[in-house]
């Protein structure tokens, strides 16, 4: 039974799979927009979304719990940038858009995460 096992296991083991997590969140967050599979885009999207929350806080404590979570220019733009231009929003800082054509090698559905 599942019984209380959140997130998708994307075929890694929990360290690749935690770090594989990161490096796409800040991917998202340094572009704008990323084009991936549906199920990593709706596991980054909690992530992304939880880290500009915490930014919106704009304290000291809040920059370096994302330093801790995020890479170094990821953290100091969801800080810096992404932040404030959410102040007001309560929340759905992100968009995921499915894509019309699957991945050719497996067939993956695959979709766009952006901010809104």
Same mark, same amino acid.
């Given at each position: 039974?599942r @019984?209380?096992?959140?997130?998708r296991? !994307?075929?890694?083991? +929990?360290?690749?799979?935690r770090?594989? !997590? ?14 991936t ?10 992530? &992304?979304e939880?880290?500009?929350? @915490? ?5 000291v404590?809040?920059l370096?719990l994302l330093?801790? +979570?995020?890479?170094? %220019?990821?953290? #100091?733009k969801?800080? @810096?940038?992404?932040?404030p231009?959410y102040?007001e929003?309560?929340?759905? #800082?992100t968009?995921?858009?499915k894509?019309?054509v699957?991945r050719?090698? %497996? ?8 901010? &809104?």
């Amino acid at each position: 039974m599942r @019984h209380l096992v959140k997130g998708r296991k !994307l075929g890694l083991k +929990r360290g690749p799979r935690r770090a594989f !997590l990161r490096i796409l969140a800040g991917n998202l967050i340094r572009s704008g927009k990323v084009v991936t599979t549906e199920a990593r885009a709706k596991e980054i999207r909690s992530l &992304v979304e939880r880290s500009i929350t @915490h930014g919106k806080k704009q304290t000291v404590g809040a920059l370096r719990l994302l330093m801790s +979570r995020l890479s170094k %220019d990821a953290a #100091y733009k969801v800080y @810096h940038e992404l932040a404030p231009r959410y102040q007001e929003r309560k929340g759905g #800082y992100t968009r995921i858009t499915k894509q019309s054509v699957a991945r050719k090698n %497996d067939g993956s559905r695959m979709a766009m995460i952006e901010f &809104v």
